[in-house]
């Protein structure tokens, strides 16, 4: 634990403005960023007696080891660079939400020659119109399927969309009236996208021009005594009505607005999110956070808007923001949330009337993802912590084991040999954490000599992290280290190694610490054949109980290794395969190996060519022919293919690989 006295900046040498400052730990990690109108009063409020501070902070500033600051002009120019700080170093003091699932989106890809509509869900692209979120995928499903009646857009696939094409006829859809089947050309890409655009204008509320301009045609169409376009008509505005129905209006002036609340107690927060477009609720999220930093529900508001909108723009940022408390910088807010959007954002708390109601409606929500989350939250926690105290006490450790490291070796009959390690902290596995390794300090098959080799590698880097001067230790390793506050590899040590094997792997990871100097790390293994947990030194393992939560934890961790290292060891087994002769020739790319195969058709007729006849093929010079040639020669070619029924030797053909 630091005192924060020996790293409080000097009087006078905080300067009076806004900006942004970081705390960053003994390691150089960034673990807090924070924003202020003036530098000078924040900072400095950290810095007052401990007993004065909350446990929180109390725990920040004696976790930190220092703290830095940068000068910005405006509280708006603060705004921006906290939340890209935030999003940069992933500070642990800071409050971060977490979706609480991966709601699913309504998609139109208008950046296909034919738009398709889908659901989608992760990250959004670039050039694909998104409506919702959604509670449920089949809600999107439902929608889209009455509304295809009116606006018959694709919804196959790339790979299907292209065999319909190849068969020249559409598929049920097409027939059915559902699709303009624009693979077999009944609409042109133009009268497609038409169609394409009509249904994103519906889904964005401008509902009621295309209904009119259907009753006209019904209308038209029944005085033409056109009585079957008529009847087809008006089911198409039964259609629309009911797509509308399923969402009821809930805002009678067609406001597009995002209301926010949230539920919070004194350890977690959760936040709900109703998005309102053209007075009707199109998507519904929510999150959950810790409350790792002592914040107030202004706070939490202003967190939420940040990660809401931090990556959107445009229409995505709605006319009006709805929240249950205004944040401390209202005005900086305000005007970071219009330039997001390109036009002017009302920010503010509804007092009266629809709105209101409709925020008590989002709050209601929130308290009910909060207690939900609380439910299946304690019964996780209490099954992880009675899983990491039986490991505990039947490993004699004293305390917990939080943090969980586990190594598995993988090999095919003792080619492409590598390692993994994975990474659980308080039970939970933390993918980011995870590590693979190439088997350096040898060749063949030594799975104990491999684990010795991964175990010391990793723990060099270690100590080379430890290590305060930036010296680092080992060939492995860079000359310097980064000082940029992300969190680093290896930076973090375990409290427990476990290895994939039985008393020889285990042995070979305690040795591997003993010369290190490392002492404080415990070391086990599990063998998978009776699942016994074998201890350094010990002749005889432990054996869990079956029913054992610890025992089912270190299987856990254990299958999750051995799973990692296989995927690992089989990319690296399909590249070694797919590489050939043409591979070893310097400075030739793929495009132009494509080139010379294309030109002789195989690489057995490549291989009898001659120079000149090489430098023939486009973009080929005299001295790389010659190093093809040079790499033909001295690649053997491969077993001629035999057909076992008749016994004769298939002759290569013309499509033979490149590589």
């Known amino acids: 634990m630091a005192d924060p006295s020996s790293y409080r900046p000097k009087p006078g040498e905080i300067p009076d403005s806004p900006g942004v400052y970081r705390f960053r730990d003994e390691h150089r990690r960034v673990i807090y960023v924070g924003k202020a109108k003036s530098l000078r009063q924040r900072v400095a409020s950290y810095f007052q007696d401990l007993a004065n501070l909350h446990p929180r902070t109390r725990t920040m500033v004696t976790t930190a080891a220092s703290v830095e600051w940068t000068v910005v002009s405006t509280e708006v120019e603060a705004l921006q660079l906290e939340y890209s700080w935030i999003k940069e170093f992933d500070p642990r003091f800071n409050v971060k939400y977490r979706d609480d699932k991966s709601y699913p989106y309504l998609a139109v890809t208008l950046n296909e020659e034919f738009p398709r509509v889908q659901v989608m869900r992760g990250a959004k692209r670039k050039g694909v119109r998104y409506f919702g979120p959604y509670g449920h995928a089949w809600a999107i499903r439902e929608t889209v399927d009455l509304m295809l009646r009116v606006f018959p857009v694709r919804t196959c696939s790339a790979g299907v969309f292209r065999n319909h094409v190849q068969k020249g006829r559409p598929c049920l859809l097409g027939y059915i009236g559902k699709c303009s089947a624009p693979c077999v050309g009944r609409v042109t890409p133009e009268e497609h996208r038409e169609l394409a655009e009509e249904f ?50 809930v805002l009678a002036d067609a406001t597009d607005a995002d209301l926010i609340a949230l539920a919070e107690d004194e350890l977690e927060a959760a936040v709900q999110i109703f998005h309102v477009r053209g007075g009707r609720v199109r998507g519904q999220r929510g999150w959950v956070t ?56 009302s920010l503010r708390i509804p007092q009266r009337g629809d709105k209101k109601d409709l925020m008590e409606t989002v709050q209601r929500n929130a308290l009910q993802a909060l207690a939900l989350h609380k439910t299946k939250r304690a019964s996780d926690l209490t099954t992880r912590s009675r899983a990491l ?25 003792g080619e492409d040999v590598v390692a993994s390690m994975v990474v659980f902290e308080d039970g939970l596995a933390r993918k980011s954490e995870y590590r693979r390794f190439q088997i350096k300090g040898f060749e063949g098959q030594d799975d104990v000599r491999s684990m010795h080799e991964v175990v010391t590698r990793r723990f060099k880097r270690y100590l080379a992290e430890k ?54 790390v415990a070391v086990c293994g599990l063998a998978k054949r009776l699942e016994e947990v074998w201890l350094p030194h010990d002749a005889d393992p432990v054996v869990l109980p079956r029913s054992s939560e610890g025992l089912y934890l270190l299987q856990r961790v254990r299958d999750t290794a051995h799973d990692f290292a296989i995927r690992y060891q089989r990319s690296k087994r399909t590249t070694r395969i797919r590489t050939g002769p ?70 290569e053909n013309d499509g033979g690989s490149a590589t």
């Not at 006490?393 to 490291?405: K, N, V």
């Open 200 to 249: 994103c204008d519906f889904m964005a509320g401008r509902t009621g021009t295309y209904i009119r301009r259907l009753e006209k045609q019904m209308m038209a169409a029944a005085e033409e005594m056109e009585f079957e376009k008529a009847a087809r008509l008006r089911d198409d505005i039964g259609a629309l009505k009911r797509a509308l129905e399923k969402n009821a209006v």
């Open 290 to 345: 810790d409350k790792v930093e002592n914040v107030d529900t202004a706070g939490l508001v202003e967190h939420a808007l940040q990660q809401l909108y931090g990556e959107e723009s445009g229409d995505a940022v709605p006319k009006e923001v709805l929240v249950p408390a205004l944040p401390e910088d209202t005005d900086a807010v305000t005007q970071w949330l219009s330039g997001r959007r390109g036009a002017n954002v």
């Open 389 to 413: 105290e039986e490991i505990a006490e039947a490993l004699g450790l004293d305390s917990a084991p939080l943090r969980i490291e586990c190594f598995d070796i993988s090999h095919l009959q």
């Open 467 to 520: 290590d305060r001067t930036g010296e680092w230790i080992g060939d492995d390793v860079p000359d310097e280290a980064p000082d940029d506050g992300r969190p680093r590899k290896f930076a973090y040590p375990p409290q427990l190694v476990v290895v994939d094997g039985g008393a020889p792997q285990v042995a070979a990871a305690q040795r591997a610490l003993d010369e290190l100097g490392i002492d404080d």
């Open 582 to 651: 043409l591979d070893a020739v310097a400075g030739l790319g793929q495009a132009r190996k494509q080139a010379l195969i294309k030109h002789f058709g195989s690489v057995k007729r490549l291989r009898q060519a001659t120079i000149e006849q090489i430098c023939e093929v486009p973009g080929m010079g005299r001295k790389t022919a010659e190093s093809v040639v040079a790499a033909l020669a001295q690649a053997a070619p491969a077993a001629p293919a035999v057909n076992t029924a008749t016994g004769e030797i298939i002759e």
